[in-house]
């Protein structure tokens, strides 16, 4: 169709993001539900429909007149708001991207994806890789096809990595996490060497209704409206969010280990603020939401360890944990309850790891995803691969799938190219706080009283009110300049040497 | 399109139902959700999406297409099967139905529904109907205008009734009632002069954490599959279902009534059981599913009461629910709570109505009902209506509109002409109870060791198996020969007189 004017155009421009943001919304609560609440053997049905509105929903974004309305606004740039031009240039992308990947895969994918987070499941709970062996295989098969539609010229899991962080490569990665395994692994064996921290009492009893009852309060404690962010149970916490206010974060409660849903929702409610806050203007347009997994890491994971896991914020914290639990906590003070939560030691599940072993277990999934996307590992041999890596980098044995290379959600999810966005993400969190305490001062006293208000003003204004106008590495460099992983290694030093007293 | 043949014509028929089922289902999960888990200010966004799909979903039901293909499929019903020609017979109802509705009225009472559903929670909470009165104006008046659009020869009422009970009249239901109330009134005075039950334990606090697992006991002894159905917590307790792999019960705690959460899961649990036990053949086409809403009334108030309150079904729960509140039911024994969760007593709640006063609730809304749509009765004016005819009939004073017009969820929903199946059901439900003790002998012995499979399988056999093959009065006259409202009212009577130790 010819265009008469650029307000015509962005008319139409408007009415295809809307319709396509529709079947996303409703695929996205279909798949929470899933998640959250649907029966186990209810899969089938929603394939069938994930099947009918994925087709629905690719035709809407690959539909070939997107492209020629996108020729006509990108010749009339001069007319629009930087809103528009930016909706446009992300609008482009997906239409490019998606155009090159038949129909049929895409379609076959969406309902592979239904099927394999229920096998994914079924594996975890009975540690049984078999399970979900022949699913992997297929993601991967798909993940390697599509990486190529994506970008033809770079190497598969490049594609893959720029899809989570624009322009995030192997190389670059490989120099990070270069410098990270040079800080970490010396410090890492000097934690070792020091006497341990006694945690025990983290794995005492503590019923899922209490834990419940402390989700709440946490969600209170970072300020969470709950009438645009509720809380649900899942086998693995993730956030999901549809627009501003309608936001749902997820924990999974274990009744011998406090401190697991208690970072999962502090984690999760890190992402949730961001999307949160995030400026009204953008919803439903295709700025709405947080910019990249990096920059949503660095969100999550400050509030979760460099916030959540600090003395000021403890000592806020624990009296209220305390009268949650006072049986359980009766022989605990604030300052081993701090030590207990940061206690560094090598083990097996990402989503409990300390700051210190964390970014291993991150350099492991690295390394596998490397070789799983150029071929060199094979689904099958992962399991074993898995444990290698786990007895090599953090020296411990894996004793089953469920607790080794089962424990996430991710790939069965897809997302695969996902995980280094963590590290980056804490190593971008860490230069934050040295930016936000160059401009505030000393942010610590207020944040043992409980009050995060100016720690939350202050990543509104340089992150969260942004949404997804600026690109990760833009919307980074205008909020703290050049990314350097020095802030995050220091921190680290500085945090673990005072805990261990090491020197 | 010209079709070459029966079988094409029918592939491009599953095609279509395809499509239009997967359009239900997404926005059936929006709305699941919206009840069960999400924020409540996620309204806007969700009224966004039900635009656009609904407006999808209309083109696809009223597509002009339909009506050669239905056209072309009568013409050569001998080449259908008797599931084929019932498909096409309930597409062709629908279709006529919905192309008389303009789209942009269809797509504006979705969203409609969608926003009435949260200022009746609002306005509900706030014990304020003038909240909720502009949107049940509005559910009104769209009802009265579909009304004309289903079948203008019929008054309005009738037309809308049509819709919940294919061929229920207000005729019929004049008669009906009249006969119901011909025997209650008295029945209801002796039970009054009769020395009263204390139910006052069932008052005591019971704590929702206890109730939830009271749910999960309750689903266990009706031998609900878990895999298959699962529970949530939602304002107002009901049944969905998305194909019979994929049924979801809600309930509501209250902590100072142990029978209201208790009897909500039984009832819902019957309409579960009738979804589930629906053969596989007809997921997934136009017969999927329970055929009306009195046939599916008949078996979740058949469970409720009929099972739910018998005293052999008590003899063998009892002693479980007392397990898990043994400090509450310390001073209570079987007989007690049997008497207790069966006293009957003029009260505010519908849901919370004995046996006896239940169809007086009924009568309540349906007259005021009938006004509505004649319109006699303004919608401002219905609160008042509704109190005087509690004054009336049940002689009690309503003192607010929470307990009162604001009660039910029904028709913040749009359903308006429900109400009525609930009474039929009954009724249906104790004719049911006479023909499978015809065909079963005594079925109480099995029940009161906790054996319900005979009475489930009788109803598998001659209800729930159907699912939507036959239509209502069919399906009952097949099971139960002609309705005659007297077995529920013997039923009654006799239920009451050995209670009350009437004359």
Known sequence: MNYESAA????????????????????????????????????????????????????????????????????????????????VQLFRRQYEQLRRIPMAEYV???????????????????????????????????????????????????ALLNEYERGLTMETLDKFFGALKDALVPLIAKVKAAPAIDSSFLSRFYPASQQEKLSYLLMDALDIDKDRCTLAETEHPFTTEFNNHDVRITTHYYENALAS??????????HAIYELDCDDRYNYTLLSGGVSMGIHESQSRFYENILGRSRPFLSYLFPKVKELF???????????????????????????????????????????????????????????????????YLGIDVPNDKAGC??????????????????????????????????????????????????????????HKYASLYEPDELFRRACGEFDPKYYIDYLEEKYSRLYNLK
């Not at 079924?122 to 062996?133: L, T, V």
């Not at 906590?329 to 964390?358: G, H, M």
């Not at 070789?371 to 890596?389: F, I, K």
């Open 261 to 270: 849903s208690m970072y999962s929702v502090i984690h999760e409610g890190g």
């Open 406 to 463: 089962l424990q996430d959600s991710h790939w069965s999810n897809g997302l695969i190219g996902y995980f280094p966005s963590y590290a980056l993400g804490s190593a971008y969190g860490a230069q934050m706080l040295a930016c936000m305490e160059r401009d505030l001062g000393d942010i610590w006293p207020r944040v043992s009283q409980g009050d995060l208000s100016h720690v939350r003003s202050w990543l509104k204004e340089h992150i």
């Open 326 to 392: 006072p049986e359980q906590l009766q022989d605990v003070d604030e300052e081993l309850f701090y030590r207990a939560v940061n206690k560094a030691e090598p083990s097996l599940v990402r989503t409990e790891a300390d700051e210190l072993t964390y970014c291993m277990h991150i350099i492991i999934r690295y390394e596998l995803e490397k070789r799983l996307l150029d071929g060199s590992l094979a689904v099958r041999d992962l399991p074993e691969a898995w444990n290698r890596l786990y007895r090599d």
């Open 8 to 87: 015509q155009a962005l008319s139409s421009f408007d009415k295809r993001v809307e319709q396509m943001r529709a079947y996303s919304h409703a695929m996205g609560v279909m798949a929470l539900d899933a998640s959250t609440a649907a029966p186990r053997l209810s899969a089938e049905g929603r394939g069938r429909t994930y099947a009918v509105l994925s087709q629905v929903r690719y035709e809407l974004m690959a539909d070939p007149e997107n492209g020629a309305l996108l020729a006509y606004l990108e010749s009339h740039e001069a007319e629009l708001s930087q809103i528009q031009k930016r909706a």
């Open 108 to 158: 076959d994918y969406e309902v592979l994806l239904n099927d394999s987070q229920a096998k994914w499941e079924e594996a975890k709970n009975k540690a049984d890789f078999s399970i979900f062996q022949p699913y992997l295989e297929k993601i991967v098969g798909y993940n390697r096809k599509f990486a190529v539609y994506y970008d033809a010229e770079k190497a598969p899991y490049d």
